[in-house]
């Protein structure tokens, strides 16, 4: 039984993972903006350059 | 936005493509759509010239009006240092880094607008939004682009940043960073929290004798679990504890913060020394229920708090006068002795004289009274008035910090108490109950000691902890925070929750009449008859001399259409009949039906109608409406059943006898009301013990507003706040009124039942501390099942009684 443990341990080391990124996920301001980058990765990087171009 | 709505002289309804409102006259016609005005059309051009139409694909119609611009001077200010650098986040002479808040901002086509906002301006490097709080970041090379030129792109494109000298994006900011701490906090708590709990499982069923490593194990591991939480999440506790204990107050942190750092140094003493498991578990649920709490409080005033900011009344900055050439100040380096000039619909920062011949000042925000006065030179301006028509020239006899308006505002009697002097009801109990805690605690141990030391610092500590106030604590914030919620909801917004344990107790209601109990300033204007362009243009170019209530209105709903004006001859205004003026070649008239060859055809008791004339012949007229609110009667009524009423009026008592069929007949009237009589009224109605809640319009009412318990403005629009205001009820919700108050009232019931339930769990908690028999098992059991049970016992309480009252 004294794996008991070492499993204890590990499954709060990998608690403390993902506490940890949760932490670095606020302190990065993921939470700020939670409508802006669903949007904001639907884009084009390449906006209609040519059309403009024609146009003039 | 505009709440007048014409009769449409065009048959079909076309929508602009820009902004997507209907086109009220002849829609512009330009690469085959249809824009409703210049400023829509000009911004399509700006964004097809530099390739950025995808902003109309992305959503449809998703561009702001522009029917109203700004005068190409509204920014020059930002060329003042003091004030750009108020609004600057960052420079290091080559970059600067600047955040606008731009209340405009609400669809993904904003978004990919303004983040290609480099491609409109070369200089600019970078844009980022912030969706949520409709922010705006900005990096640009300050050598090639001014801030103003930022601003005045972002205007153009229909972005104006909301600017005003306590920058709003600048609040936010501050208070984004300890919520980020909360979060934080919370989430530590709660990590802590689950783990703890999972890990004391074992001890709750119980070890054999053989596992006596593992139970030490696990006490371990749950000392270092706690750590986090204590020194951590709890910090804020600890902290107001300290400081109010400091200022010989003892707030509701107080006994917390004891019951934390005694269920802590208990514990530890136990899982080191005691052997036993001791109440990590206990003190980790507590403090993550107490942080739930806490969060909920401050995102429930997150998103109903408005400052209380008069300097945002005033422009931001004002055009100075030196040399022959005008200069922009700020308003708070405004002095004695300076020459302001004050354009057209701009406030009067200070009390002045009058150089220009001759100004027209509406006080309306002062006096309440719509009509414009008539200054001439040399005359004394007072400040708060707004200056109709040409610009003026002023000379300033006071400081800003003199002057009529700011003393009103700081008028001693002005100030209220102050937030920590009110005693909120939740800290009154806090003294005594912390007192009694210490009593009881106190008389346990002595009681015990004789017995057994060792049962005597148990039941000490255990009483303590079990006493902690924490359902106590939660019992106020989820009331009255669901509360707050459920009001706004309704279309009540409350500065803060203490406002609803003051609306609880009033007993005097005070009205003010304009804008009030009626629509002062808003009527429909209805265009009867058909119009051809250059008639409208020359009605709009008329319209902008006169000062009349009346042309004015008229103007404001021509100039969503037109901007430019058309010269003006021979321009007269006739009292009492109407004006007359030449425009290319034409004599319009516009005025009473005599005035106009008319016989008065529509009746008159809708409203006020003008009618038009154009070279002698009668061509239509326009009505304008003034209304009393929907179920006034009605609400009086109800509300005069159960409050004492007052009916005060900045106007005179021409509308005296329709205000007595609504009042009952003991109700004191006033008329002719200046804000200083009506703040006395209300000191007066407090003097004699009544708790007084004025519900005003804004700023002519604001001293009363501020003195009052509960000062309560009624907007039509609920984004043009009134400072001096407690609460902003929107207009469309004045007959849920009656309700309202009744709403507070269960409130406080709602908080007393709660408090109920959480001292009997006290007295259970505290009756098995006494005797020494609180085990780690109950306690843990004990305090988060009281927090929970406080949370939705207030919860389903505020929500049915919202439902029962109909409010929702």
């Known amino acids: 039984m004294k794996i008991i443990i070492l499993l204890i341990s590990i499954s709060v080391v990998v608690a403390i993972v993902f506490l940890v990124a949760f932490l670095w996920a606020m302190k990065s301001g993921q939470y700020e903006d939670t409508y802006g980058p669903s949007v904001r990765m639907l884009f084009d990087d390449n906006v209609k350059k040519d059309e403009n171009k024609t146009e003039k | ?808």
Request: hydrophobic fraction near 40%; glycine fraction near 6%.
């Open chain 2, 1 to 808: 936005m505009q709440t007048t709505l014409p009769k449409k002289p065009v048959a079909e309804k076309t929508y602009c493509y820009h902004c997507g409102d209907e086109c009220l006259f002849e829609p512009i016609l330009a690469h085959e759509k249809h824009f409703c005005c210049e400023g829509c059309k000009t911004v399509y051009e700006l964004l097809q010239d530099n390739g950025l139409c995808d902003y109309y694909e992305l959503e449809q119609t998703p561009g702001l009006s522009l029917k109203q611009p700004k005068s190409s001077e509204a920014y020059e200010f930002l060329n003042e240092e003091v004030i750009s650098k108020k609004l600057i986040d960052f420079t290091d002479g080559k970059t600067t880094k600047v955040t606008f808040y731009i209340p405009a901002i609400h669809c993904s086509s904003c978004l990919w607008l303004l983040e290609n906002l480099p491609r409109l301006e070369s200089s600019v490097i970078s844009s980022r939004v912030n969706f949520v709080k409709k922010e705006l970041t900005i990096a640009f090379q300050q050598d090639n682009v001014s801030l103003r030129k930022i601003v005045e792109l972002l205007a153009s494109i229909g972005y104006a940043p909301l600017i005003t000298l306590e920058d709003e994006a600048k609040e936010q900011k501050k208070t984004s960073s300890p919520n980020r701490k909360l979060y934080a906090q919370l989430g530590v708590a709660g990590f802590c929290f689950g783990n703890i709990m999972l890990l004391s499982f074992p001890e709750y069923l119980g070890f054999d004798g053989d596992e006596e490593y593992l139970k030490k194990f696990v006490g371990y591991l749950n000392f270092l679990l706690a750590l986090p939480v204590v020194f951590y999440s709890a910090q804020d506790y600890f902290v107001s504890a300290f400081k109010s204990l400091r200022k010989k107050f003892v707030n509701i942190d107080v006994p917390i913060s004891l019951g934390i750092a005694a269920l802590f140094l208990r514990s530890t003493y136990e899982v080191f020394l005691g052997g036993e498991a001791g109440y990590f578990d206990s003190l980790a649920g507590l403090l993550f229920f107490l942080l739930i709490g806490k969060w909920f409080q401050s995102k429930s005033y997150d998103h109903l708090s408005f400052e209380r900011n008069y300097t945002s009344y005033f422009p931001l900055a004002v055009l100075k006068w030196v040399d022959g050439a005008t200069r922009n100040i700020p308003v708070s380096d405004i002095k004695k002795g300076d020459i302001l000039l004050i354009r057209n619909k701009e406030l009067i920062p200070a009390d002045g004289i009058l150089i220009s011949p001759s100004a027209s000042v509406d006080y309306s925000f002062v006096t309440g009274e719509s009509d414009p006065v008539k200054r001439t030179q040399n005359d004394l301006l007072y400040a708060g008035g707004r200056q109709q028509g040409a610009s003026i020239k002023v000379l300033i006899e006071k400081n800003v910090s003199q002057s009529y308006l700011t003393q009103l505002w700081n008028h001693s009697s002005f100030v209220k108490e102050n937030e920590e002097q009110y005693q909120q009801l939740i800290n009154v109990i806090a003294r005594y109950f912390t007192m009694a805690v210490m009593v009881l605690a106190t008389g346990a141990f002595i009681f015990w000691w004789q017995q057994s030391p060792t049962l005597a610092v148990n039941a000490f500590t255990a009483v303590l902890i079990v006493a902690c106030p924490c359902a106590l604590a939660l019992a106020t914030p989820f009331t009255l925070g669901n509360t707050m919620v459920m009001m706004g909801k309704a279309g009540l917004f409350l500065k803060n929750t203490h406002i609803i344990e003051k609306m609880a107790t009033i007993n005097r209601l005070v009205f003010d009449k304009t804008g009030t109990l009626t629509y002062a300033k808003d009527g429909d204007v209805t265009l009867g008859g058909r119009y051809s362009d250059d008639e409208l243009q020359a009605i709009f170019s008329v319209t902008s001399h006169s000062t009349h209530p009346l042309s004015r209105k008229l103007h404001e709903l021509l100039s969503q259409r037109f901007t430019q004006k058309l010269p003006v001859d021979k321009f007269k205004e006739i009292e009492n009949k109407g004006i007359e003026a030449a425009v290319n070649g034409k004599e319009y008239r516009i005025g009473s039906p005599s005035f106009c060859f008319e016989e008065a055809r529509v009746s008159t008791t809708e409203g006020n109608v003008v009618y038009l004339a154009i070279d002698g012949i009668t061509r239509g007229h326009f009505s304008i409406r003034t209304k009393t609110r929907s179920g006034l009667k009605q609400v009086i009524q109800k509300l005069a059943a159960s409050f004492k009423t007052t009916l005060l009026s900045g106007d005179r008592s021409t509308e005296q006898t329709l205000m007595k069929e609504v009042f009952p007949e003991e109700t004191p009237m006033y008329f002719n009301q200046t804000p200083e009589m009506k703040l006395e009224y209300v000191a007066t109605c407090q003097a004699s013990g009544e708790k007084v809640m004025m519900l005003g319009d804004g700023l002519n009412d604001a001293g009363a507003l501020q003195k009052a318990d509960v000062g309560m403005a009624i907007s039509e629009d609920v984004a043009s706040f009134s400072p001096a205001s407690d609460a902003i009820l929107d207009a469309g919700s004045f007959e849920k009124l009656p309700t309202f108050l009744l709403f507070s009232r269960r409130a406080r019931q709602i908080i007393f039942i709660c408090f109920g339930v959480s001292f009997a769990y006290n007295i259970v908690g505290l009756s098995f501390a006494m005797t020494g028999m609180l085990t780690p098992l109950l306690a843990a059991i004990l305090m988060p099942v009281s927090s929970i049970s406080i949370v939705a016992l207030s919860t389903v309480l505020v929500r049915l009684v919202a439902g029962r009252l109909k409010l929702t």
